[in-house]
């Protein structure tokens, strides 16, 4: 009976392994479609619209489809740009990319006339200064385009 022993797998030292970059990228175009299109022509007028379902509530931003029945939505309801804090964080160190530079609260803030809430940043200096029930509103961009950072963020 003999055994056999593999032999060890050597390595050209002088050849460097094989590498290839990686780019991740998301190659593709939505169409925002009817709903959505006239809530950003809404925000580059600086005004919030929102969309009425099937059981009344006012979403904001709209839904392109009930929650409840699964219809589509097209009845557009113009809402306020105050509204109460219902819940919030503070991000003490903001990163690149984020809406303010400074330390901030993200929230989510009903509105005056919606039923659900809106993520944005609320700009209010320390973390003290912002509670759950405050009441704040929108500060706009100087030259709206239409997205959600036309609204540059809250305050107080």
Known sequence: MTTSQSSPVQIDAHQPPLSAPLRLSFDYTRSVGPVLSQFFTALRGRRIVGVRGSDGRVHVPPAEYDPVTYDELTEIVPV?????????????????????????AWALIKLDGADTPLLHAVDVGAAESISTGARVHAHWVDEPVGTITDIAYFGL
């Open 80 to 104: 306020a740009s105050v509204g109460t804090v219902v819940s919030w964080t503070w991000q003490p160190a903001p990163l690149e990319g984020q809406p303010l530079d400074r330390p901030f």
